[in-house]
C-alpha cells in the first residue's frame, strides 16, 4: 500500500522553529520526486519545497527559513522550518512522484501522485 504520514505540527511563537517529518511506505522513496505543500484556511494548496536527485528548490516566500531534506535508508522527508512567521500557519502535505527523481524540481501540485494526511502548524505572533 502505497502511503505517505506526516507528524511534527505544533502551536508555536513567531520566531521559532519547528520539523516536519513524512515517512514513506509501498514505494522507492530514494527514486521519487518529493515535495512538501501547504494549504491556509481559504487559501490554495501551494509548493514550499521540492528535492528531487539533483538538488532542492524553494517556494520565495520560505527561502532562508526553511531546509528540505531526505533519509532514504528511513524512507523519511524532512522540512526544518526556521524563523516562522504567522502567515506560515496551514496544513502542511508531504506530496511524492514515484521514480520521478530525475524530473524537475516542481512545485505544482499536478506533478505529484501521492498524498499525505496533513499536519497542521500554527504561528501565533
Known amino acids: 500500500q502505497v502511503q505517505l504520514v506526516e507528524s511534527g505540527g505544533d502551536s508555536v511563537q513567531a520566531g521559532g522553529s519547528l520539523r516536519l517529518s513524512c515517512t514513506a511506505s509501498?514505494?522507492?522513496?530514494?527514486?521519487?520526486?518529493l515535495a512538501w505543500f501547504r494549504q491556509a484556511p481559504g487559501k490554495e494548496r501551494e509548493g514550499v519545497a521540492s528535492v528531487n536527485k539533483f538538488g532542492s528548490r524553494y517556494a520565495d516566500s520560505v527561502k532562508g527559513r526553511f531546509t528540505i531534506s531526505k533519509d532514504n535508508a528511513k524512507n523519511t522527508l524532512y522540512l526544518q522550518m526556521d524563523s516562522l512567521k504567522p502567515e506560515d500557519t496551514a496544513m502542511y502535505y508531504c506530496a511524492a512522484r514515484p521514480n520521478g527523481d530525475w524530473r524537475y524540481a516542481s512545485l505544482t501540485r499536478a506533478e505529484y501522485d501521492v498524498w499525505g494526511q496533513g499536519t497542521q502548524v500554527t504561528v501565533s505572533s
Open positions: 509501498g514505494f522507492t522513496y530514494s527514486t521519487s520526486l
